[in-house]
């Protein structure tokens, strides 16, 4: 009987550091998905490309819809690419970004960037301990 109730002991204890790991895990993510997608979207607006560059997965793609025109794809080269070549002529009222993170499973995650001009649903991977943006689908407002 001593066995069992260690052993039920040690099973509830495990239970317990589990679910707190889980915990404060899940709440660190959180803010650091948007501090990641915050800083991806920023590093476009001021033209910041090692900025970009560290936000974007190994494996980044983009997919842009834009009413009837052919849907465009970017690699994150290309993107590295378009933000050396400079800040968008941009009025500063429509640099603005709303992050909301949709869903965390373990190390992935999904998340939404509205700005006045587009939306954003992004797919970010956890990479050595970062959050990294592994694809973005961005549909363009008329």
């Not at 509205?114 to 008329?142: C, F, H, N, R």
């Given at each position: 009987?001593?066995?069992?109730?260690?052993?039920?002991?040690?099973?509830?204890?495990?239970?317990?550091?589990?679910?707190?790991?889980?915990?404060?895990?899940?709440?660190?993510?959180?803010?650091?998905?948007?501090?990641?997608?915050?800083?991806?979207?920023?590093?476009?607006?001021?033209?910041?490309?090692?900025?970009?560059?560290?936000?974007?997965?190994?494996?980044?793609?983009?997919?842009?819809?834009?009413?009837?025109?052919?849907?465009?794809?970017?690699?994150?080269?290309?993107?590295?690419?378009?933000?050396?070549?400079?800040?968008p002529?941009?009025?500063?009222?429509?640099?603005?970004?709303?992050?909301?993170?949709?869903?965390?499973?373990?190390?992935?995650?999904?998340?939404?960037?509205?700005?006045?001009g587009?939306?954003?649903?992004?797919?970010?991977?956890?990479v050595?301990?970062?959050?990294k943006?592994?694809?973005?689908?961005?549909?363009?407002?008329?």
């Amino acid at each position: 009987m001593k066995h069992f109730a260690a052993a039920a002991l040690s099973l509830v204890l495990f239970a317990t550091l589990t679910i707190n790991a889980q915990t404060s895990r899940s709440v660190d993510d959180p803010s650091a998905i948007r501090a990641t997608v915050t800083n991806y979207i920023e590093a476009y607006y001021t033209g910041d490309a090692p900025r970009m560059q560290h936000t974007l997965h190994p494996h980044y793609m983009k997919l842009m819809l834009h009413g009837t025109i052919p849907v465009r794809q970017y690699t994150g080269t290309d993107m590295i690419g378009m933000v050396q070549s400079g800040a968008p002529d941009m009025p500063a009222a429509s640099k603005t970004e709303q992050v909301s993170v949709l869903d965390i499973s373990g190390n992935i995650a999904s998340a939404k960037l509205v700005t006045p001009g587009w939306v954003d649903y992004m797919t970010l991977s956890k990479v050595d301990g970062a959050w990294k943006i592994l694809s973005v689908v961005q549909q363009i407002e008329d």
